[in-house]
C-alpha cells in the first residue's frame, strides 16, 4: 500500500521507556514528511497508536487517511473494515459540527478530530 502512495517503509524510534514501567514504550514512526505519528506499547501490545497532520493541505489529510487504515489494519482489523471505519469517522467528523468522531474498535476506540484550521488528527486508544 505504501508504494501505491509513495512512501518509504516506515522506521520506528524508540523515544522512551517509562520509568516507573520499562514495560511501557513510547515510538515515534517516520512515514510521510507532512504527518506526525507515534505509538506507545505495553508489553509489547499497542496501547495508543495516533497521526496527526501537518496542517490542513490536501496532500497532508489524504497522508493522514493512509495512515489511519494502517493503524487501524495494525490494531488487528482486515483491510476492508478498516477502509470502511477510516471513511465512517471521516464522514462523521465532516458531519458534526464539533469536527469530531469516535468509533468503538476491538478494546478500544478510533477517534478522528478536526480542528478549527482544519487540521486532522487521529487516535486509537485501549480502554
Request: hydrophobic share 45%; charged share 20%; aromatic share 8%.
Amino acid at each position: 500500500m505504501l508504494r501505491q502512495y509513495q512512501a518509504s517503509v516506515p522506521k520506528f524510534r524508540l523515544d522512551g521507556v517509562n520509568s516507573a514501567d520499562a514495560d511501557r514504550q513510547f515510538w515515534t514512526i517516520i512515514t510521510f514528511d507532512d504527518v506526525q505519528a507515534a505509538m506507545s506499547c505495553w508489553h509489547g501490545s499497542g496501547e495508543t497508536f495516533m497521526a496527526d497532520a501537518n496542517d490542513s493541505e490536501i496532500r497532508s489529510s489524504l497522508h493522514l487517511r493512509v495512515l489511519m487504515a494502517i493503524g487501524l489494519h495494525g490494531w488487528g482489523m482486515e483491510w476492508r473494515p478498516a477502509l470502511e471505519m477510516r471513511d465512517q469517522l471521516v464522514r462523521m467528523a465532516n458531519a458534526s459540527d464539533a469536527q469530531t468522531a469516535s468509533l468503538h474498535v476491538e478494546g478500544g476506540e478510533a477517534s478522528l478530530v478536526i480542528s478549527i484550521a482544519g487540521v486532522p488528527g487521529f487516535q486509537i486508544d485501549t480502554k
